[in-house]
């Protein structure tokens, strides 16, 4: 199968492009690079491998590359409510305009998975699983744009999508500013973290395993089509203070507690029920203690500020 990944050389992408040319895949990657990362360098014997070093936004370049491919994997992404909220004019531009040109843009007989996120469910209510069918109520400008964008593709031909957890675990192109991750990089330089709203829950989902639901959408896409999936560990719902606790279990002298005053400004808080893609077969391999784990002998390879979308 010829696959087109744009953003395919950022944290999920370096880790998928791998995969799909073990499978004996295609690939093409559209990046611009923004981060400066080299992380698909070790990629580059493949021959079934092509990057173009440009922007998704560039609409005559990406047309050209439309003409091609089997099934088109749009990850070019401003990634995380805190980029977003920084550049609105980019947030709109990547995360809306440039989906909504592929998608315009491609011959309705290209497949298309569109990675999303659960964070479209807001605030949920205490004890009760978000599932596909919940109502959206984004509180930043990275979920609205991401939920505007979905119900789009969703109205289209040969589409789905996946509403992904928080994210977590090492890739090529790493980032620190994902909630595990960054709790991981604090417990292991610094000891001690504060918290605030240490109670908020929400889903996480190890980096492979986001790049494995591509592989498995992929081959099970007739099947599926035309639906999004929440991609998350069912056993993985959990709060803040929680996610501390599993990380002290491997840090021992982690230390951590809530602040009596202030505010997160990130104020999701769900759980996620993920039956719906489970029962097409799709199992999470990965789970949290390996990711931490992971993450810890990581940390003894970098520290520095730049992994981080910020």
Avoid at 191 to 201: D, S, Y
Avoid at 242 to 261: G, N, R, T, W
Wanted: proline share 4%; aromatic share 10%.
């Amino acid at each position: 199968m010829k696959i087109l990944v744009t953003g395919g050389a950022g944290y999920i992408g370096s880790v998928l492009v791998p995969m799909l040319l073990l499978k004996g895949h295609e690939v093409t990657v559209l990046d611009n690079f923004m981060y400066k990362q080299t992380s698909l360098l070790d990629c580059c014997h493949h021959e079934g491998l092509t990057i173009i070093n440009g922007d998704v936004r560039n609409a005559e370049l990406v047309k050209g590359l439309l003409k091609t491919p089997d099934a088109i994997l749009p990850l070019a992404c401003l990634t995380g409510a805190p980029l977003c909220s920084k550049d609105p004019v980019g947030a709109r531009t990547i995360n809306f305009d440039a989906i909504k040109n592929i998608e315009e843009s491609r011959s309705k007989k290209q497949i298309m998975i569109f990675p999303t996120t659960n964070s479209g469910y807001g605030v949920g209510e205490k004890g009760i699983f978000c599932t596909e069918e919940t109502p959206l109520r984004p509180v930043s400008l990275y979920g609205k744009y991401k939920v505007e964008i979905e119900n789009h593709l969703l109205a289209s031909e040969n589409c789905m999508t996946f509403r992904f957890a928080t994210v977590f675990g090492v890739s090529p192109r790493m980032r620190l500013d994902l909630l595990v991750n960054d709790f991981t990089y604090r417990a292991v330089y610094d000891r001690f973290l504060i918290l605030f709203e240490a109670q908020f829950k929400r889903n996480y989902l190890h980096v492979r395993d986001a790049a494995r639901a591509f592989i498995h959408g992929l081959e099970y896409f007739e099947s599926m089509k035309g639906e999004p999936y929440n991609v998350g560990l069912s056993e993985a719902n959990m709060s803040k203070a929680e996610l501390c606790q599993e990380i002290k279990k491997q840090v021992p002298d982690f230390y951590f507690s809530e602040a009596e005053i202030g505010e997160d400004v990130d104020k999701r808080d769900y759980e996620v029920s993920n039956a719906k893609i489970e029962a097409t077969g799709f199992k999470t391999e990965h789970s949290l203690a390996f990711g931490i784990q992971e993450l810890i002998k990581g940390f003894q390879v970098i520290k520095r500020s730049e992994y981080a979308n910020i």
